[in-house]
């Protein structure tokens, strides 16, 4: 049986038992693969709707980087809508951009709605290292304004920023208070346990290892398999050798995070307000207060996903920086885990058959964009397909050099990007 990585999340999760593997054979209307954020809420969405859905995760629910990640909502996509815009026309981007806050959304009407104990709290902070940071976060709030989003959004100069974030490090920030952060681990187990609520099956440690096409879909695992009317693949970054040319379209990621031990009023102290905060940089840092208060910091990428040779050497000069207070706090967890890029840093959605769908690649928006696009995928599969084919229709581009060259060329131009924050440009 897989277990969950060694993290904070893992460690204070509330539901530890096992669901079992497949054995024989299950029918079902539509088979889900992927237990992680995107596959569990289209399930629910689904069975919200009546539907009957089979659901197999290769490991544990939430095993990818749905439970390991920051635990931040932020809004939106990982470009800016005015970038959407010019990308693929006004009026795709208008239709993307009237769905940016619709993530966080359903995160907050599922943990009412189902009373998922996962330590939501509200408001997200973007920190500006330099001033030009600072001038396209007031370009940020401008966009916005222009899609109809002028509410929530709060500019800090440097003195105002300390009020919520006790560091020398940045000139100032912005407030999205339709942001917010949670135990993202807690989150989809509970989502999870809502799924179940409505008659839906889950399988655990079932691997799909391959899938038959066909107008009943067969989906094989090692000791059993699911015949469908309809399947979606949502395995994202952690889908492996069962569907090449989807694994094609995107490239794993990890990014490391740290947990300090608790550190009761010295945590408050940091972080007065309780907001999450993530820097402006291309490559960027993220932290937060958890409930026990511990300071939980990530940053850093792996192109290719892979693990660096140590989490704590990478991710620790980096939270000392930040709040040099910290450098005698124990750390308690470190971890890593993967997300999956696009080259255009846009998620996609779409059909391999006319019943197969899929949906990935939300290049490190995933909190927020996996749960809309589990909406659109549900939408989709039960005949309202206008905002599916919104993401549907816009083109897909292959990263350069094949997966051979993938890593090396995104890394080359990566380092662009850093001379730019480096600079301050």
Request: proline share 4%.
């Amino acid at each position: 049986m897989t277990e969950h990585i060694t993290s904070y999340y893992a460690a204070t999760a509330h539901r530890q038992d096992a669901r079992p593997a497949l054995s024989g054979t299950a029918t079902a209307d539509v088979c889900v693969i992927g237990g992680g954020f995107t596959g569990v809420n289209a399930a629910l969405e689904l069975a919200e709707r009546g539907v009957q859905v089979v659901l197999l995760e290769a490991a544990k629910i939430g095993f990818g980087a749905s439970g390991r990640n920051g635990g931040q909502i932020v809004n939106g996509y990982s470009r800016d809508l005015d970038v959407i815009a010019r990308r693929y026309g006004s009026t795709a981007g208008r239709a993307i951009g009237a769905m940016a806050r619709e993530g966080g959304d359903i995160i907050r009407e599922r943990v009412a709605q189902y009373a998922i104990a996962c330590d939501l709290k509200p408001g997200g902070i973007f920190a500006a290292i330099n001033h030009s940071q600072l001038r396209g976060l007031a370009h940020h709030v401008k966009t916005w304004s222009e899609f109809g989003y002028a509410d929530g959004f709060e500019l800090l100069d440097k003195t105002a920023l300390q009020r919520h974030v006790k560091t020398q490090r940045y000139v100032g920030g912005l407030i999205d208070h339709k942001g917010g952060h949670l135990h993202p681990l807690n989150l989809v187990q509970g989502e999870a346990a809502a799924f179940e609520s409505l008659g839906g099956v889950i399988y655990e440690d079932s691997e799909v290892t391959e899938l038959k096409p066909g107008d009943m879909v067969t989906i094989k695992i090692a000791h059993g398999e699911v015949k469908a009317k309809t399947v979606l693949v949502c395995g994202n970054a952690y889908l492996k050798g069962v569907l090449p040319d989807l694994e094609a379209r995107i490239m794993p990621v990890s990014s490391q995070v740290l947990a300090t031990e608790p550190l009761g009023e010295d945590a408050a102290a940091l972080l007065p307000s309780d907001m999450c905060v993530e820097d402006c940089n291309y490559i960027l840092d993220y932290f937060r207060r958890t409930a026990d208060n511990r300071i939980l910091y990530g940053g850093g990428v792996v192109y290719g996903g892979q693990d660096p040779a140590s989490v704590r050497s990478k991710i620790l000069p980096l939270m000392h920086k930040t709040f040099p207070s910290l450098k005698d706090a124990r750390i308690d967890f470190a971890w890593s885990g993967n997300f999956a890029l696009t080259l255009t840093r846009f998620p996609q959605i779409g059909q391999l058959a006319p019943n197969v769908y899929f949906a990935h690649g939300d290049s490190g928006h995933g909190v927020t964009t996996t749960h809309l696009l589990a909406r659109l995928l549900a939408e989709a599969v039960t005949g309202e397909t206008q905002r599916f084919n919104v993401f549907a229709g816009l083109p897909y581009y292959p990263f350069p050099g094949g997966q051979a060259l993938r890593v090396p060329l995104t890394l080359a131009g990566s380092w662009w990007y850093r001379a730019r924050d480096w600079m301050g440009l």
